[in-house]
């Protein structure tokens, strides 16, 4: 179970442990959260979905949704918060919607491409709810009674991976 901000490396460092692990990969955004062209899923739909998910054998899933932090909590192995800073995420947020601008990455839903039409609401996002959001991934770490790791940065991500 991976959790952290936007822009903290989730979605990429669950891409590399489903490749090391041969594990399959689980994208929040992407199955729970958004259906096509950026439409968000209803409330009521998602649980049900991230509980499937969990119910399969095996999988890294990573992503936000705190109303399903218990559920997945309670069927995983370990526990990650990627923690960067805030202004690494910001500049991640901002470089990948330029890089990407006019894709759909692979952990969103078909048809969510990148634009820079709605990174000032994004940014205004991330700061906004900056201490609401690592609050909740606070109490989240501190009772988990599984295996955990705080990955407070890129390099750190690099070294766990290699530990792996």
């Known amino acids: 179970m991976i959790v952290g901000g936007s822009g903290s490396g989730k979605s990429t460092l669950a891409r590399a442990i489903g490749t090391k692990l041969e594990l399959p990969v689980y994208h929040m955004d992407r199955e729970v959260h958004w259906l096509p062209g950026w439409v968000e899923r209803d409330k009521a739909e998602k649980a ?59 952990d969103l839903a078909d048809h969510c491409p990148e634009t820079l039409r709605n990174l000032p609401e ?32 890129f390099a750190e991500i690099d070294a766990f991976l290699k530990e792996l």
């Open 122 to 153: 994004f940014w205004r996002f991330l700061w906004v709810n900056r201490r609401r959001i690592d609050a909740k991934l606070e109490v989240l770490f501190a009772r988990a009674t599984i295996p955990k790791r705080k990955l407070s940065g």
């Open 48 to 106: 049900p979905i991230v509980e499937v998910i969990v119910a399969r054998e095996s999988w890294v899933f990573e992503g936000g949704h705190s109303s399903t932090y218990d559920v997945r909590l309670n069927r995983a192995d370990l526990l990650i918060w990627t923690d960067a800073p805030l202004w690494v995420r910001l500049w991640r947020v901002t470089w990948r919607s330029v890089r990407d601008l006019g894709k759909s990455r692979p």
